[in-house]
């Protein structure tokens, strides 16, 4: 079953950190490039951190020098350490390919909260 499934969120004060995680299988994962994308509430969703198979990373610049995605080729994981964390960055976060994300293999995202 081709499927991703996002873990890791929750509730942080601004300046907190938290780590994503998204399995992912096979049929997705391999030889693709992966990404993180976010959906704040009336806003279009977003990608913001993307990474290739041989791990070559980027990120917007809303996120650069707090954000860090990575993969693990060996488990389908890709992950997304988050520090100093802003009440902007509250979102639902999903993982999908990059840049381009498939319709078909959307997760039900987990939610980033970051609030006083």
């Known amino acids: 079953q081709v499927r991703l499934v996002e873990s890791g969120g929750g509730w942080v004060q601004p300046g907190g950190s938290l780590r994503l995680s998204c399995a992912a299988s096979?049929?997705?994962?391999?030889?693709?490039?992966m990404g993180w994308y976010r959906q704040a509430p009336g806003k279009q969703r977003e990608l913001v951190a993307a990474?290739?198979?041989?791990?070559?990373?980027s990120v917007v610049n809303s996120v650069k020098g707090r954000f860090t995605i990575s993969r693990d080729n060996a488990k389908n994981m890709v992950y997304l350490q988050m520090t100093g964390l802003k009440p902007e960055d509250t979102a639902v976060y999903y993982c999908?390919?990059?840049?381009?994300?498939?319709?078909?293999?959307w997760g039900q995202g987990t939610q980033v909260t970051v609030s006083s």
């Open positions: 999908n390919c990059a840049p381009l994300a498939r319709d078909n293999f």
């Open positions: 990474v290739t198979t041989g791990g070559t990373t």
């Open positions: 096979g049929e997705i994962f391999s030889g693709r490039a």
